[in-house]
């Protein structure tokens, strides 16, 4: 992948092979991990991006391609950059500062 990735960026993502309850399969993940990291490293942090969930507080509502998917904050990762496929769209604002909030939330004490 030559395309300079960006944090909250939705790209798809091979995460197989997985173990237990990891999501699985090829899929639409978001990079939250910062451009200052996602430059020099050859991985980039990840939150996969679902069709179907279940309404837990790190569920994080969006609007992808016009469907209504959610970000799936309680399975952040940190992947290789070749289990890249594909660019797409970046988030909306909105949709970035509910992420940022679940994320300081869950993980910020």
């Known amino acids: 992948m030559k395309k300079r990735l960006t944090q909250y960026?939705?790209?798809?993502v091979n995460l197989d092979p997985t173990i237990g309850n990891e999501i699985?399969?090829?899929r639409p993940c978001v990079i939250i991990s910062p451009?200052?990291?996602n430059r020099p490293l050859r991985t980039v942090?990840?939150?996969p991006i679902t069709s179907k969930t279940k309404q837990y507080p790190t569920?994080?509502?969006i609007?992808?391609?016009g469907n209504e998917n959610w970000v799936?904050?309680?399975q952040i990762r940190t992947i290789d950059k070749r289990r890249i496929t594909k660019s797409?769209?970046?988030l909306s604002k909105e949709e970035i500062k509910k992420i940022k909030e679940v994320i300081r939330e869950t993980f910020v004490d």
């Not at 960026?9 to 798809?12: F, G, P, S, Y």
């Open 45 to 47: 942090v990840i939150a």
């Open 9 to 12: 960026q939705v790209v798809i």
């Open 72 to 74: 799936v904050v309680d």
């Open 63 to 65: 609007d992808f391609q």
């Open 24 to 26: 699985k399969k090829t």
């Open 88 to 90: 797409l769209e970046k």
């Open 59 to 61: 569920r994080i509502k």
């Open 35 to 37: 451009n200052e990291m």
